[in-house]
């Protein structure tokens, strides 16, 4: 068994380590390694140098492991349609499992592997100069933002004509910076949108005369939110809460809720008369990342007609998906 202190020696041999990385195991063991010398050199204060020493090669570790998986996701084929769930290609999590890796792992070492090269150097030679701690968490959010900068993914054509319409709107808070200087906003995770340009969507023209919206707002947007719903044609009639149980920053208050507000255009009354208890207390997963329990019921209430999902980040059976990031998840609705 490996000791702490033997973690350290074996670390004099770092580089060597890193170059000789050719497959997932290879990159886990020296993240392993990596992580225990730097917990022991934490413990007995051997100072931040080695800490920091520890930590750097287990970022390297990390962002070779992530460019594997992506390796790996190439190999299954990019493409994204719903064939792929009846021809046996394996699912990212597939992919995961096969590894031993758990999904979280998996998406903050991709998206560090996705760092273009000059910042992620920077970015640890600038940790080292402020004398900072050098951790995955902190790379991980400049990666984020470093690439939302990056981001030119453009979407489709909107077309077609659907009674349901599900959305999600990249809202834009106008917090560039995030809240109190740290890097938490929208704007530092994905492409956003002003009102005035999710109000020039042509959503109008993709409604049927008797169709229903589920749009996700947070509180900070409720009141302009109503000029889009406006904008698209749809008149509000109620809202579900999602209760996230676990907190979040905000300006006046430690958010822990979102709204789903429901909105129709003509006559769309659901379609079966179950009635859902308006507040669904769900624990909240990934930054903006919906529970599907919402999804079933809307779908429980309006099961007929053609449905489309806005702004959509998974692929899902049964409906039609379209938005300003690629889709790389291949699911089912519940």
């Known amino acids: 068994m490996k000791t702490p202190t033997n973690s350290l020696i074996k670390l004099d041999n770092a580089t060597k380590m890193l170059a000789e990385i050719r ?52 190999q299954q084929g990019k493409r994204t349609d719903i064939t792929l769930l009846h021809h046996g290609a394996k699912s990212k999590r597939d992919i995961y499992s096969d590894a031993g890796i758990a999904p979280v792992d998996a998406h903050r070492w991709q998206t560090i592997a996705k760092m273009p090269e000059e910042t992620f150097e920077q970015f640890i030679e600038q940790v080292k100069i402020d004398r900072g701690e050098l951790t995955t968490a902190g790379i991980y959010r400049e990666a984020r933002f470093e690439i939302g900068k990056l981001d030119k993914f453009e979407p489709p054509p909107l077309e077609g004509k659907y009674r349901v319409i599900y959305a999600d709107p990249p809202w834009k808070y106008g917090d560039p910076m995030g809240i109190a200087g740290y890097k938490v906003s929208a704007e530092m995770r994905y492409p956003v949108m002003s009102i005035e340009e999710l109000c020039a969507l042509p959503i109008i023209d993709l409604a049927e005369d008797n169709s229903v919206l589920f749009m996700w707002v947070t509180s900070p947007m409720l009141e302009e939110c109503f000029k889009v719903i406006n904008a698209w044609g749809f008149k509000y009639k109620t809202s579900f809460v999602w209760d996230k149980i676990k907190h979040n920053f905000g300006h006046y208050n430690s958010v822990r809720h979102e709204f789903l507000l429901l909105a129709t255009r003509g006559s769309c009354t659901p379609d079966i008369k179950d009635l859902f208890d308006s507040v669904q207390v769900i624990e909240r997963n990934n930054h903006s990342e919906k529970p599907e329990a919402f999804r079933t019921i809307v779908d429980r209430l309006y099961p007929r007609g053609n449905r489309i999902e806005l702004f959509a980040r998974q692929l899902i059976k049964g409906w039609e998906q379209w938005g300003n990031e690629p889709i790389n998840i291949i699911a089912e609705s519940p």
Do not use: C
């Open 23 to 74: 497959s997932i195991d290879d990159a886990k063991n020296l993240i392993d390694l990596a992580e225990a010398a730097r917990v022991y050199a934490k413990q007995v204060e051997l100072g931040l140098q080695a800490q920091n020493h520890a930590a750097e090669i287990k970022l390297r570790a990390q962002r070779r492991a992530g460019e594997i998986l992506d390796t790996l996701e190439g």
